[in-house]
């Protein structure tokens, strides 16, 4: 039987885990196998810049973990996976799926987007949207147009009443 050391410490781990994915809005999980260690370093790079990290954890840890959460993703927890913690929601998933796109060894499986669990196409339809400053850039571009519309009228109406006077 396993020592209370070696049990302790999967306690220990189970609670991480349970504790990143209750903190994160964004969790995805992928299989990572084939990728090299310098294109895992520049993923990790890329979202540590958006307070984001990858663990890798035994799958019966991750899915005890998921089983104290009412999780269930059992059916993605065989081989060797990694695991993404996001603290916000739309730039990890970004940049996981544009690194997917480069490396064909990183295949995203399945994730859990604000407490609810995703399938592949939700994820790609997160990363398919826009960042915030494009959909500020968009707002504002929508909302020019009536502005323009509006300073268009007003200078026609000026125009009118001075042909009257």
Do not use: C
């Amino acid at each position: 039987m396993a020592s209370e050391k070696i049990l302790n410490e999967k306690k220990n781990i189970v609670k991480e885990i349970i504790d990143n994915v209750k903190n994160s809005e964004s969790v995805i999980l992928f299989q990572y196998q084939g990728l090299t260690v310098a294109e895992m370093s520049e993923l990790r790079n890329k979202l540590n810049d958006v307070n984001s990290s990858i663990k890798v954890y035994k799958n019966t840890l991750l899915k005890r973990a998921l089983d104290d959460l009412n999780i269930n993703m059992n059916e993605f927890l065989e081989g060797p996976n990694a695991i993404l913690f996001g603290e916000s929601l739309l730039e990890p998933i970004k940049i996981i799926s544009d690194y997917a796109k480069g490396h064909d060894k990183l295949n995203i499986r399945v994730g859990i987007i604000s407490g609810n669990v995703a399938d592949i196409n939700t994820i790609k339809e997160y990363a398919s949207i826009p960042s915030r400053e494009g959909l500020l850039t968009m707002l504002a571009g929508g909302m020019i147009q009536y502005v323009k519309d509006l300073s268009i009228s007003l200078n026609l109406y000026a125009e009118q009443l001075e042909g009257k006077e």
